[in-house]
T-cell receptor, first 111, second 113 residues
Framework: DVKVTQSSRYLVKRTGEKVFLECVQDMDHENMFWYRQDPGLGLRLIYF???????EKGDIPEGYSVSREKKERFSLILESASTNQTSMYLC??????????FGDGTRLSIL | SQQGEEDPQALSIQEGENATMNCSYK?????LQWYRQNSGRGLVHLIL?????REKHSGRLRVTLDTSKKSSSLLITASRAADTASYFCATDLPGTNAGKSTFGDGTTLTVKP
């Protein structure tokens, strides 16, 4: 079975901190994705990557950046955390044009 | 605005009843997928239906797709308490080179024992 592992289930950070969320997949998938999920707003795509060192902006990239130095790892970076970035963050991976496999999410609180 | 929108937002039924959830979308698609999310967990893929398919089955799940109406439905038959979860549709657009999907807001299903 595909396993997508997010480094933390719960994370609490302070406003202005630089925050790193890590995601690792074990199935050699080409595509990796970062979403945030908020009540009433569904899943919104922040960034995705279709190859090592390749990235494309999703629907809400402002305030975020990403890094994909190795195929199995996709990191989401909050450059200067703000309270409106408190959310559930979900990572996913997939083969090209195949269904996505999700991690269990990181619930991030910015105080 | 979202490509996919689920209806209803919330559904509550008794165990053993059938549950039907609907998804509408705005533009032409390559395929449509349904996912399930248990509380506090990630999404799990249930079923994928391609734009040239009209119906697909998987166990107690039945998915239909009407491209002329730009809509899909997910039917769960003989529901169980363990089916309690949120269900999302997701669409892949033609020409999308990376399998990028657009998700709806989800339907929250509660199955009472």
């Amino acid at each position: 079975d595909v396993k997508v592992t997010q480094s933390s289930r719960y994370l609490v950070k302070r406003t202005g901190e630089k925050v790193f969320l890590e995601c690792v997949q074990d199935m050699d998938h080409e595509n990796m994705f970062w979403y945030r999920q908020d009540p009433g707003l569904g899943l919104r795509l922040i960034y995705f990557s279709y190859d090592v060192k390749m990235k494309e902006k999703g629907d809400i990239p402002e305030g975020y950046s990403v890094s994909r130095e190795k195929k199995e790892r996709f990191s989401l970076i909050l450059e200067s955390a703000s309270t409106n970035q408190t959310s559930m963050y979900l990572c996913a991976s997939s083969e090209r044009s195949q269904p996505q496999h999700f991690g269990d999410g990181t619930r991030l609180s910015i105080l | 605005s979202q490509q996919g929108e689920e209806d209803p937002q919330a559904l509550s039924i008794q165990e053993g009843e059938n549950a039907t959830m609907n998804c509408s979308y705005k533009t032409s698609i390559n395929n449509l997928q349904w996912y399930r999310q248990n509380s506090g967990r990630g999404l799990v893929h249930l079923i994928l239906i391609r734009s040239n398919e009209r119906e697909k089955h998987s166990g107690r799940l039945r998915v239909t797709l009407d491209t002329s109406k730009k809509s899909s439905s997910l039917l769960i038959t003989a529901s169980r308490a363990a089916d309690t979860a949120s269900y999302f549709c997701a669409t892949d657009l033609p020409g999308t080179n990376a399998g990028k999907s657009t998700f709806g807001d989800g339907t929250t299903l509660t199955v009472k024992p």
